[in-house]
């Protein structure tokens, strides 16, 4: 299973991650953070949960982090970026040009705090939201929001999981690519 997380904003906005979005961190074979963690030591704290951790720098970042990412599961091309520079924020042509660039089939995203999973031009674009529910830029605050995908024989099993009054909701979707 890999695990996506974006947007954290500690300790500018949010004081933690819940704990049940820790526990799926530590239970992936791959955990991916879309930027924006703000600290260095909440990078450093969640790849110590981690099997396997893919992160990329938001637009919060005062240390170094790549500005994409791209790794491998299951027989499927996968990459992370934040979003930062992309107006409107989300724009799907842009984030399809992303994916080109990337040569991938899946683009996990962050950068609007919004979950989403969307299969544009034979590409899917994922955005886990804020993994806190912390609001900015276009988006007012929510409820902590994350994604996880596994691999059902060649498709994509992407469960869009959402935190309300520490109650866990999830919507499962399936994908071809």
Same mark, same amino acid.
Request: hydrophobic fraction near 30%; charge should be negative.
């Given at each position: 299973? !890999?695990?996506? !997380?974006?947007?954290?904003?500690?300790? *500018?906005?949010?004081? &933690?991650? $819940?704990?049940?979005?820790?526990?799926?961190?530590?239970?992936?074979?791959?955990?991916?953070?879309?930027?924006?963690?703000?600290?260095? #030591?909440?990078?450093?704290? !969640? #790849?110590?949960?981690?099997?396997?951790?893919?992160?990329?720098?938001?637009?919060?970042?005062?240390?170094?982090? $790549?500005?994409?990412?791209?790794?491998?599961? #299951?027989?499927?091309?996968?990459?992370?970026?934040? @979003?930062? @520079?992309?107006?409107?924020?989300?724009?799907?042509?842009?984030?399809?040009?992303?994916?080109?660039?990337?040569?991938? +089939? %899946?683009l996990f995203?962050?950068?609007?705090?919004?979950? &989403?999973?969307?299969?544009?031009?034979g590409k899917?674009?994922?955005?886990?939201?804020?993994?806190?529910?912390?609001?900015?830029?276009?988006?007012?605050r929510g409820?902590?929001?994350?994604? =996880?995908?596994?691999?059902?024989? @060649? *498709?994509?099993? %992407?469960?869009? %999981?959402?935190?309300? +009054?520490?109650?866990? =909701? %999830?919507?499962?979707?399936?994908?071809?690519?």
């Open positions: 299973m !890999i695990a996506v !997380i974006s947007d954290s904003h500690i300790p *500018s906005r949010a004081e &933690e991650i $819940p704990e049940k979005f820790l526990e799926k961190v530590e239970k992936a074979e791959i955990t991916v953070h879309c930027g924006d963690f703000v600290t260095e #030591e909440l990078h450093d704290c !969640i #790849e110590a949960k981690a099997e396997k951790f893919v992160a990329v720098k938001g637009n919060c970042e005062r240390f170094e982090l $790549p500005s994409s990412e791209t790794f491998s599961y #299951e027989g499927h091309n996968f990459g992370a970026y934040h @979003g930062t @520079g992309i107006n409107p924020r989300g724009h799907h042509p842009t984030l399809l040009r992303i994916v080109d660039d990337l040569d991938v +089939d %899946v995203h962050g950068h609007t705090h919004q979950q &989403e999973a969307v299969k544009k031009e899917l674009l994922l955005n886990p939201g804020s993994c806190t529910g912390v609001g900015g830029g276009s988006s007012e409820n902590p929001k994350m994604i =996880t995908v596994d691999d059902d024989q @060649g *498709s994509l099993i %992407v469960k869009l %999981v959402e935190l309300t +009054d520490g109650y866990e =909701t %999830v919507e499962e979707r399936s994908f071809n690519i």
